[in-house]
Structure formats: C-alpha cells, structure tokens
C-alpha cells in the first residue's frame, strides 16, 4: 500500500529547473526524517537529500548548491528543488520516510534532463 505519493517529474533541459513534491499522511510525515534518493539506469540507489523534522538539512556532495528539499507541516508533504539541471540528475527520484525501524518509499517519479 503506497502511502507517499510524488509528483513533479518530467522532461526538462540542462540548466532548467523543476520541483518535486510528497505527499504522505500525518502520521507518517510529522515525527520522521524525510528523504529523497534517486535511481538512475544501471546504478544503484543513491541519497540526493534529507531534512529532518527541526529542518535540518542534508545533501549529496553532487546536488549541493542546486537543490534545496523543504518541508511542509500543514500539508504533510516535503518538496525537492532543482535548480540548474544537469543531464547526470536523470534517474527516478522516490521519497522517503526514514522510519526508526524501516524505510517506507514513494513509488518514484521520472526526471530526465535533455543535454
């Protein structure tokens, strides 16, 4: 049963911008760490960025100073901009919940950035 549900993927060309977001249930989103990892073809997953529920943030060495993740408690939902780009950011991007003793996972959406 999915609980967290992204949308904002899409096509985009190199230097553009889009926006992310999550939905997930109260419950789920109010007490957890919150996360986004991406997949590209071929590689394994990887961790773009985090953001705890006091704010604190964290993120890849590859995506600092472009991408910013956000959250938003009256909406239950946590955002990922991305600024400027790359054609190395394609891969599908899921959202976490970093539950103390599991991970719960959004079913991802697709970015793809045309060079």
């Known amino acids: 049963q999915v609980q967290l549900v992204e949308s904002g993927g899409g096509l985009v060309q190199a230097g553009g911008s889009l926006r992310l977001s999550c939905a997930a249930p109260?419950?789920?989103?109010?007490?957890?760490?919150m996360g986004w990892y991406r997949q590209a073809p071929g590689k394994q997953r990887e961790l773009v960025a985090t953001?705890?529920?006091?704010?604190?943030?964290d993120y890849a060495d590859s995506v600092k100073g472009r991408f910013t993740i956000a959250r938003d408690d009256a909406k239950s939902t946590v955002y990922l901009q991305m600024n400027s780009l790359k054609p190395e950011d394609t891969a599908v991007y899921y959202c976490?919940?970093?539950?103390?003793?599991?991970?719960?996972w959004g079913q991802g959406t697709q970015v793809t950035v045309s060079s």
């Open positions: 109260g419950s789920l989103f109010r007490d957890n760490i």
């Open positions: 976490a919940a970093l539950r103390p003793t599991r991970t719960t």
């Open positions: 953001i705890t529920p006091l704010r604190y943030t």
